[in-house]
Structures are given as C-alpha cells and as structure tokens.
C-alpha cells in the first residue's frame, strides 16, 4: 500500500492568514491526488483532483501544487468557514490511501 | 455526477452482521467506481473496499478481507455494504463515495453511523 504521509497534524491560525498542508506519498503517483475538507458529522468534499486543479464551486482561494511524491494544499486567505479537517488522498494504485488529516483550527 | 442517498443508522450486537445500502440518483452507478470508507470516531478516514468497473470484482482491503462484501444491483441503483464479525472496532460512520473513470471520489453519501454494543 502507498503511504501518504501528511503534515502537520493540527494547526492553529487566524482568519486572514496563509495557510499550507502537505502531503508525501511514498512512491511516485503522479498527479493522482485529491485534497478534501470534512467538518464535523458531515461527508468529505473535494476540493482539489489531478494534484492541482480546482473542484467546480470550490474558492479560488483554494489551490494545490505538486507531483511525484510531494503535493500541498494552500489556503491563501483563511476564512471562518474554512475551519475544518482536510485530508488528501491517492488514487494512483490499489488500494486508494488517504493521509492522517490535519485539522485547521482557530487560533 | 451521481447523487448518493446512504440507510440510516444501527445498532448491533457484537457478533452480528450490517448491511448499508447508497442509492444513486442522476445516473447508473455501474459505470462509476464506487468505494466504502469508514470512520471511526475522532479518527480519519479508512478505505475498505470497492468496485471498479475496468477490474470486473470487487476489491477489498486485507484489514476486511473475509469480512465484507461490497455490492451493485443494477436493478435498484444501489451500492451496498455487508460486514460480519462485528465488534465494537466497527463502530464507526460508514460513507459511499463514487468516482468517475480513474479519478478520485466526489460524490459521497451522507454517512451512516453504525453502533456495535452489547
């Protein structure tokens, strides 16, 4: 099984502020990422697909980068609703594997 | 995208068995991969298993392996989820989430909160 590692684990921030989650696979995936958002008593929603592109309806504020091994999801200018938990997850090979999420929390 | 419409929650004895059914609306859900993942609470989220069209059977996760067994009935729309030997490891919310083609899920049932307790 591939292994996403994801980092940090929790943070703290404020509305306004920039905010990057990493993801490292360990092996080469391509760009067969996705990066979503779950709050509380809720189904996860995709924010990202293909490593970078943006899931109609999602903010531009919303962005993810990267390929191979190493992806990040950045939130350009935290807003209130942004409070969350978000994970990524790999779809390159069987079975599909999502990283540990980090929870964005207000600081 | 397909809609997904998830049964609503259980209580189980240790032992027993569960059945959760995601029902498809705005297209066949045979023609998308359609996954189960699971979450325990407080934790993240787990993929069990699934069906690809391109792979003809299920997959399974060897966790579940012996287990679960995951369905599509053409007939009624629907996915559907059977997990046996239950304990109260599987207390969790179980999701349906579909994907089109190789791509990654996003469609998702609403969850459905499965309680094991004696």
């Known amino acids: 099984d591939i292994q996403m590692t994801q980092s940090p684990s929790s943070l703290s921030a404020s509305v306004g502020d920039r905010v990057t989650i990493t993801c490292r696979a360990g092996?080469?995936?391509?760009?067969?990422l996705a990066w979503y958002q779950q709050k509380p008593g809720k189904a996860p929603e995709r924010l990202i697909y293909?490593?970078?592109r943006l899931q109609s309806g999602v903010p531009s504020r919303f962005s993810g980068s990267g390929s191979g091994t190493e992806f990040s999801l950045t939130i350009s200018s935290l807003q209130p609703e942004d409070f969350a938990t978000y994970y990524c997850?790999?779809?390159?090979?069987?079975?599909?594997?999502f990283g540990q999420g980090t929870k964005v929390e207000v600081k | 995208q397909v809609q997904l419409v998830q049964s609503g929650a259980e209580v189980k004895k240790p032992g027993s068995s569960v059945n959760v059914s995601c029902k498809a609306s705005?297209?066949?859900?045979?023609?998308?991969?359609v996954g189960w993942v699971r979450q325990a609470p407080g934790d993240g989220l787990e993929w069990m298993g699934g069906?690809?069209?391109?792979?003809?059977?299920?997959v399974y996760a060897q966790k579940f392996q012996g287990r679960v067994t995951i369905t599509v009935d053409k007939s009624t729309n629907s996915a559907y989820l059977h997990l046996s030997s239950l304990t109260s490891e599987d207390t969790a919310m179980y999701f349906c989430?579909?994907?089109?083609?190789?791509?990654?899920?996003?469609?998702w049932g609403q969850g459905t909160l499965v309680t094991v307790s004696s």
């Open positions: 293909a490593a970078s």
């Open positions: 997850l790999q779809h390159s090979t069987y079975p599909p594997t």
């Open positions: 989430a579909s994907a089109m083609g190789s791509g990654s899920f996003r469609g």
């Open positions: 092996q080469g995936i391509g760009n067969d």
């Open positions: 069906i690809v069209p391109a792979f003809g059977a299920p």
């Open positions: 705005g297209g066949a859900l045979s023609y998308y991969e």
